[in-house]
């Protein structure tokens, strides 16, 4: 099994508003995707000045079921026209879980 | 319940033994943190070239919880001798979970 996590900054001038559709349209790839099988995603919730400010972390059995997700074409359609264009900064990893 | 994420980039030089003694020692910590409800992390598998190095995924019961790990002597040890003075960037992230 691997873990994919992902932070992004938001551009300046990004709303709640953009931040609570962008969460809504990630939290249904799951019923659109069946290779993921775990997907949680969120605002930092400001602990630290330093934070990024959304972050998405997932399970997949292995790294072809995670490239199926990120090429899917409703992963795809979320990043195209909800995190794309309204992001600053982006940092990726993906590892394996025992 | 919240997810904690970070990621690292290693500086130059880092080398396989030392990711796998951090990894080791990062995986010690929930035996000797109570509060620390989930805990993987590791290297990074390669899928894109643009992606950081290192991560970490964990939960917690609440802010105060994860507040308890941050600051408590056992990853305190594994931050200021395996971490900080190997680490180039760092991103991290907490938000809450459903």
């Known amino acids: 099994m691997i873990r994919h996590v992902v932070m ?4 300046e001038g990004v709303d709640d508003a953009h931040v609570r559709a962008t969460a809504e349209a990630l939290n249904a790839l799951p019923d659109q995707i069946p290779e993921i099988l775990s997907y949680t ?3 930092d919730l400001g602990v630290a000045d330093t934070n990024f ?3 998405v972390s997932a399970q997949f059995d292995g790294i072809d079921e995670f490239v199926t997700y990120r090429d899917h ?10 995190i794309g264009p309204f992001v600053d900064e982006r940092c990726a990893v993906q590892f394996s879980e025992r």
């Open 8 to 11: 992004f900054r938001w551009k």
């Open 41 to 43: 995603c969120g605002p």
């Open 53 to 55: 400010d959304f972050a």
């Open 73 to 82: 074409p409703a992963h795809q359609a979320v990043v195209q026209t909800l």
